[in-house]
């Protein structure tokens, strides 16, 4: 009877390495949220929803077309993309004014697209918004 030499750690360890592992929620944290469908930002003027969604001093987020709309006290609008600008991640949360990216805890400011809380460093970016026919419309030249 041959004797079969045992697995050493280091065996046992590098095959984990080389294993993938489901459920980890990386493809999450891929640009557009792992789906490649949605770009990271509108490519085109998208069509948003009523402009009565998004509340005076407040801000809505559109999480199918990757952008948050907010509005000031004196009733402007503003927009801006939900790809965090650290690793590309599609921002899902909105908590009061506050975006929050699932990947990396990075938060952003929806009334002004700046950073509040790192790892990101680069505020999101601006996009084009206006009303027409009581909806609102983002992206470029919208």
Same mark, same amino acid.
């Given at each position: 009877?041959?004797? &079969? =030499?045992? *697995? #050493?750690?280091?065996?046992?360890? &590098?095959g984990? #390495?080389?294993? =993938? !592992?489901?459920g980890?929620?990386?493809?999450?944290c *891929?640009? +557009?949220?792992? #789906?490649?469908?949605?770009?990271?930002?509108p490519?085109? =003027?998208v069509?948003?929803?009523a402009?009565?969604?998004? =509340?005076e001093?407040?801000?809505?987020?559109?999480?199918?077309?990757? @952008?948050? !709309?907010s &509005?000031?006290a004196?009733?402007?609008?503003?927009?801006?993309?939900?790809?965090? #600008?650290?690793?590309?991640? *599609?921002?899902? /949360?909105l908590?009061?004014?506050?975006l !929050?990216c699932p990947?990396?805890?990075?938060?952003f400011?929806?009334?002004? +697209?700046?950073? @509040?809380?790192a790892p990101?460093?680069?505020?999101?970016?601006?996009?084009s918004?206006a009303? /027409?026919?009581?909806?609102? @419309?983002?992206?470029? *030249?919208?």
């Amino acid at each position: 009877m041959s004797a &079969r =030499p045992s *697995a #050493t750690r280091r065996t046992v360890l &590098r095959g984990a #390495t080389l294993t =993938p !592992v489901a459920g980890l929620g990386l493809a999450a944290c *891929a640009p +557009g949220g792992g #789906t490649g469908a949605t770009p990271a930002t509108p490519t085109a =003027p998208v069509a948003l929803g009523a402009e009565s969604e998004v =509340p005076e001093g407040g801000a809505k987020l559109y999480r199918d077309a990757n @952008v948050v !709309v907010s &509005r000031a006290a004196d009733g402007s609008l503003k927009a801006y993309s939900t790809i965090c #600008t650290h690793a590309g991640c *599609a921002i899902n /949360k909105l908590s009061g004014t506050t975006l !929050v990216c699932p990947c990396h805890g990075s938060r952003f400011d929806a009334v002004t +697209g700046k950073v @509040v809380q790192a790892p990101a460093t680069e505020p999101l970016p601006e996009l084009s918004v206006a009303v /027409k026919n009581g909806r609102i @419309v983002a992206g470029p *030249a919208a």
